[in-house]
């Protein structure tokens, strides 16, 4: 199995390249040979090549630059969804799959405008949050940590429902976007790690079968500990 990590070198912050690290253990554990690839700006990409594609959060600053480089990509990206493979992009990178990203120095730059949203970021505010949400595809609650500069706008297909914590913006109770098998969400730490369930439906639908779980067992006493410690505050 292919897996990618994307502008692993400068989308990189939260320790959210232990995403990948996870999906690559858990694929190995099923019995799998897994291959992993670390590109970037100026790497040369195939996305049907993979299985499974990762990107994480990064600054703003470098959000803006990889933003000029992943426009290429636009078609490929939205023949890989159509696909139905998984991808998941957690941060802020999934704001450059809407319309448009304004600064809080109000420059606007053009995203991929594979989605009908806009992102804006609010001068002088950070928002930052530990989060409870649901999932329709999942039995189980989420837990995480959000730390963003932008309100979104306009998403009709939003990935969770918020049960604690802030979403895409103060009007409404979701937060992220899904499409097809595509995972936008503003949750870092990592979401896969925090969140073997997820996790667990992650390598279903890369391996189309359901994956071994028995070295799961940490990783699912940490999420119990921080759900009931969250829910505490609810």
């Given at each position: ?59 703003e600053?470098?959000m ?42 109000d ?50 297909n ?30 870092t ?35 119990e ?10």
């Amino acid at each position: 199995m292919k897996l990618l990590h994307m502008y692993h070198d400068i989308m990189n912050l939260y320790g959210d390249y232990a995403n990948i690290l996870a999906v690559q253990r858990i694929l190995e554990k099923s019995g799998e040979e897994v291959t992993v690839d670390r590109l970037t700006i100026g790497d040369q990409v195939v996305f049907s090549d993979y299985d499974f594609i990762f990107i994480g959060s990064g600054t703003e600053k470098n959000m803006i630059v990889v933003n000029a480089d992943f426009a290429k990509y636009r078609d490929q990206l939205r023949e890989y969804i159509a696909s139905d493979k998984p991808i998941l992009m957690t941060g802020n990178s999934f704001e450059m799959l809407g319309r448009h990203i304004v600064d809080r120095n109000d420059n606007t730059y053009m995203c991929m405008e594979l989605y009908d949203f806009t992102a804006r970021e609010i001068r002088g505010k950070r928002f930052t949050s530990d989060i409870i949400c649901t999932a329709d595809f999942l039995d189980e609650p989420l837990v995480g940590f959000i730390n963003k500069s932008t309100m979104l706008e306009g998403i009709k297909n939003p990935l969770f429902k918020i049960r604690f914590g802030i979403g895409n913006n103060d009007a409404e109770s979701v937060e992220g976007i899904t499409d097809h098998h595509f995972y936008g969400t503003h949750i870092t730490g990592p979401i896969l790690e925090k969140n073997p369930h997820f996790l667990i439906y992650m390598a279903k639908l890369i391996l189309c079968r359901e994956p071994s779980t028995d070295h799961l067992t940490y990783e699912r006493k940490g999420y119990e500990n921080t759900l009931k410690k969250l829910s505490e505050r609810i």
